[in-house]
């Protein structure tokens, strides 16, 4: 399975963080967020940033790692968490 390095991720995590504008705020939360998709599988994989409402570069992808994104994310710990989603979908 394909899956971007620990680095390149957080990078990618920390330039949507630096984003997040103050009504970005889901139904079930109180602050502002961003919700991420890390979607994979043998052939490559995608990040997708918000709600695509099917539509958006993950969905062609078979295994997903979801999670929000606040402005006080440890992106490395985020990317560890969302490449873990991933991989155990994988091995079921």
């Known amino acids: 399975m394909k899956t971007p390095t620990i680095k390149d ?3 990618e995590l920390a330039y949507a963080r630096r984003h997040i504008d103050d009504d970005m705020i889901a139904m ?3 602050a502002p967020s961003i919700e ?3 979607a994979c599988d043998e052939t490559g994989y995608a990040l ?3 709600d695509n409402s099917f539509s958006g570069p993950a969905y062609s992808f078979r295994h997903w790692g979801v ?3 606040y402005r006080n994310s440890n992106c ?3 990317a560890r968490d969302l490449i873990e989603q991933c991989r155990e979908l994988a091995a079921c």
Do not use: P
């Open 36 to 38: 991420v998709t890390l």
């Open 9 to 11: 991720l957080a990078a």
């Open 48 to 50: 997708q940033l918000g």
């Open 76 to 78: 490395r710990e985020l």
């Open 28 to 30: 079930d939360e109180t």
């Open 67 to 69: 999670a929000s994104i």
